[in-house]
């Protein structure tokens, strides 16, 4: 549904998105992740035809965005960070409007009208002005008016930017139940939201696409090894040397993430007082034993195991790692 090739943008002489090359298939929820400045809203407003690539290009619904604007415009629908609106017109003049300006006939106009009034949950605000409203309605408003037309794509920038806890539960539910019709690419800072909502995850960092794929792909690339998480009671530093004696190049690492050195006190009582300890095992080796030595080890140190699960790397850790060096400039979003 949508191809990037090459595509990048610079103002002036300061690059905001670099070679960036990419597909979104149809039916599929893309989340679009990155720091402040690496380029989200850039690429979402050049695949909006909002503005035009410095090179490269891209093709949404077979339709380029440097030739066919039009044909573009007519299958996407595009929530902004910040969507215009007219805050003196009531909200169901506003998405009348939205929806004449799409060409929708009368009765299929009032007919969707009436259904993102259900989904968008705007009932009880339809005959008041926009200015009115809280940032948390406005944003369904805009939501809405993208919505409206029955785009087959979608194109949303930090949707759920100023909802409360149920709304964004709500609006959450209402991506996934587009994701199997539509193809939805949308940006977020929330991760646990990327996370619920979304098929595939793309990192940019600085203009460059960083990795794509699934978020447990993404895990699996980025930890690179085995990892055990537990809690153990008894004397740590002996299981950390058992468990060096079953596995050389294991880690053990206690409270946040420091290693263990060999023969390094661990302070007790990070569990309420008594000597129970949280620890990570890590293993280079994907298919090193390291839940099974771990047994062995705790066993030979006389120690007890309250808790083992084998850990992997969270979205979050998939993040900050992959964008450690991000620039400190976050003025994308006036560009």
Not at 290 to 304: D, I, K, M, N, W
């Amino acid at each position: 549904m949508i191809v990037a090739e090459a595509l990048s943008r610079s103002f002036g002489d300061k690059p905001a998105v670099r070679n960036l090359s990419f597909h979104v298939k149809r039916g599929e929820v893309m989340g679009l992740l990155g720091p402040n400045g690496a380029g989200k809203s850039t690429t979402m407003k050049m695949l909006t035809c909002y503005l035009p690539p410095s090179s490269g290009t891209a093709t949404v619904g077979g339709h380029a965005i440097d030739e066919e604007s039009i044909a573009v415009r007519r299958i996407i629908g595009y929530l902004p960070e910040n969507a215009p609106m007219y805050a003196d017109l009531h909200v169901s003049t506003h998405l009348r409007f939205i929806g004449r300006m799409h060409g929708l006939p009368e009765g299929r106009l009032a007919e969707r009208m009436r259904l993102m009034r259900q989904v968008c949950g705007l009932e009880g605000v339809m005959g008041r002005r926009i200015g009115e409203l809280s940032k948390g309605y406005r944003q369904r408003v805009g939501l809405a008016a993208a919505m409206l037309h029955d785009p087959d794509c979608l194109i949303l920038d930090e949707p759920t930017t100023g909802l409360d806890p149920n709304q964004i539960l709500d609006i959450r539910r209402l991506i996934r139940d587009l994701g199997r019709e539509k193809t939805v690419l949308l940006s977020s800072h929330v991760l646990s939201e990327v996370e619920a909502v979304c098929d595939r995850v793309m990192i940019i960092d600085r203009g460059r696409l960083v990795e794509s794929g699934t978020a447990a792909e993404l895990a699996r690339r980025v930890q690179g090894g085995a990892e055990v998480r537990l809690v153990l009671r008894g004397d740590a530093e002996a299981f950390a040397a058992s468990l060096r004696k079953h596995l050389a190049e294991a880690r053990c690492e206690a409270g946040e993430g420091r290693e263990m050195a060999e023969g390094e006190k661990v302070a007790a009582g990070a569990e309420g007082g008594t000597d129970e300890t949280r620890l990570r095992l890590f293993h280079p080796d994907r298919e090193a034993p390291l839940a099974e030595s771990a047994f062995r080890a705790a066993v030979e140190a006389g120690a007890v195991l309250l808790e083992m699960r084998r850990g992997q790397a969270s979205l979050e850790d998939v993040f900050h790692r992959l964008t450690q060096g991000a620039a400190a400039d976050d003025g994308e979003d006036e560009l």
